[in-house]
């Protein structure tokens, strides 16, 4: 029972170890709403442009707005390296929390339409463009080099804790007397909040100074200097195309369910939210389950594994004859697509210097991007041989994917190791009071120190 009690205790502490930071624990609640109103709008957003059609194109179309936005993230990455990272969240997630409003004022005005929807969600896109990377590179910076892996498995476990509930509630709003209008202008208030918990943060990073101002180049050769970057370094190369694969495939199915439940189980558009729920407790708790392994020796088993799962979950779904099945393979999905999703981007991050925080995280949000664009084909795909034949072809892609990153882990093993600085002794942390560098001890064997100094780079 002792040994129990401290296993699960050891677990917690390694879980959660950024939360003993005051200032992200603020950070992390206020991504926590705004989350929360992101995950609303993805099922408001097929609702309403499947009502507004009664077709997947258009759906897919109306979600193609934000991801042709999101392939600009790079130009995003720049800015979260050159500029004052706290502020470019501030205005980039305040800008996303007007667009949300403004949807909703034109929707309850009934003047919302297809094309004037697609500009909206356009101009969303180039928010999240703006704000995701220095949102990213920003939460690094506030809990320092050793916490940035856990830092950022728990940002996206904040993700993860929006999931369950959010399409749900969006969904009961939306059948509310709130309606599509209404339910806009919640999310919006929510960013609102999202916004103001970033906005009383403390810098800890001045703008530029990973790079003397000297040595800076254009904004195109910034770009392809973060692209060389990633190039020359075989396991964030892996890491970036896993993400990627992941989640373009694990995402689509938000564009084909209204149909899916429209046409082939009978049921109305707004019982998203009932499988999203499903989907999300699925996807919470083995977050929480994996949410340590990201900078262990089983991150990359646990997120080959999860991967699978993702295919067999769309498999599922294709089967699915009745609401119940389709639920079942709701619940394999949700892990198979958000595990893999919150150890990549931690690994992907603990493997990038400092200098580079926003360039390599803004090429995960191009990921995003890729889903959404991909969203139209697929929409157009479906409505031209069915819903049920993209599911099991995205389950087929899921498989394919298990596999190939397999054979490309074993090809990398011996190079993927963390970027982290060597840590302090407890001898010399208590001879020099607590705060204090002191003499730096050597890192354990599977990990190899970097200097992150300015305009210093590790040899290839």
């Known amino acids: 029972m002792t040994r129990s009690i401290s296993a699960f205790s050891a677990w917690r502490d390694h879980t959660f170890a950024a939360l003993e930071d005051g200032h992200f624990r603020i950070l992390f609640v206020g991504t926590l709403f705004a989350t929360f109103a992101y995950m609303m709008m993805f099922l408001a957003m097929s609702v309403v442009a499947y009502d507004l059609s009664g077709t997947n194109t258009a759906v897919g179309v109306i979600g193609t707005g934000v991801g042709i936005a999101m392939l600009l993230a790079p130009f995003g990455g720049v800015i979260a390296d050159r500029m004052n990272r706290k502020w470019v969240i501030v205005i980039g997630q ?12 034109l929707l309850l005005l009934g003047q919302m339409t297809l094309p004037l929807m697609f500009l909206l969600m356009l101009l969303l896109g180039f ?38 509930f959010s399409p749900f509630i969006a969904s009961l709003l939306l059948d509310s007397a709130a309606g599509s209008g209404g339910t806009y202008l919640v999310m919006g208030a929510l960013v609102a909040v999202g916004v103001f918990t970033v906005a009383v943060m403390p810098n800890r990073r001045r703008p530029g100074a ?12 910034d770009i392809v200097d973060g692209g060389r970057y990633v190039w020359r370094r075989r396991p964030l190369r892996l890491m970036l195309l896993m993400f990627v694969s992941t989640v373009v495939i694990g995402f689509l199915f938000r564009i084909l369910t209204p149909a899916f439940l429209d046409q082939h189980l009978d049921r109305p558009t707004t019982d998203m939210g009932q499988l999203f729920l499903v989907n999300g407790i699925a996807a919470a708790i083995i977050s929480f389950l994996v949410a340590g392994a990201a900078t262990t020796r089983w991150a990359w088993p646990i997120t080959l594994l999860l991967v699978a799962s993702l295919g067999l979950g769309y498999l599922v779904l294709a089967a699915a004859q009745d609401f119940t099945q389709a639920m079942i393979g709701m619940a394999i999905l949700g892990p198979g697509l958000q595990g893999p999703v919150m150890i990549l981007q931690a690994r992907i991050m603990i493997n990038t210097e400092s200098a580079y925080y926003g360039r390599v995280m803004a090429f995960t949000m191009m990921a995003w991007g890729v889903q959404m664009v991909f969203a139209g ?3 157009v795909l479906a409505d031209a041989i069915g819903e049920r034949e993209v ?5 087929i892609a899921g498989f394919a994917v298990a596999v190939l990153g397999t054979l490309g882990w074993l090809t990398i093993r011996k190079d993927d190791h963390p970027l982290l600085p060597p840590v302090p002794t407890p001898a010399a942390a208590a001879a020099n009071g607590a705060g204090a560098t002191g003499p730096l001890m050597p890192p354990p064997p599977m990990l190899r120190p970097v200097a992150l100094m300015s305009g210093q780079k590790p040899n290839n």
């Open 210 to 221: 990973d790079q003397p101002a000297a040595q800076r180049q254009g904004v195109i050769a």
């Open 127 to 164: 928010t999240f463009v703006v704000m995701g990377p220095a949102r990213n590179a920003f939460t690094a910076d506030l809990v320092g080099p050793h916490l940035i892996g856990n830092a950022m498995v728990l940002s996206q476990l904040s993700h993860t804790l929006g999931q369950p």
């Open 94 to 105: 305040g800008g996303g929390a007007a667009m949300l409003a403004i949807t909703g004022l």
């Open 391 to 395: 599911f099991a072809i995205m389950g």
């Open 377 to 379: 084909p697929a929409g």
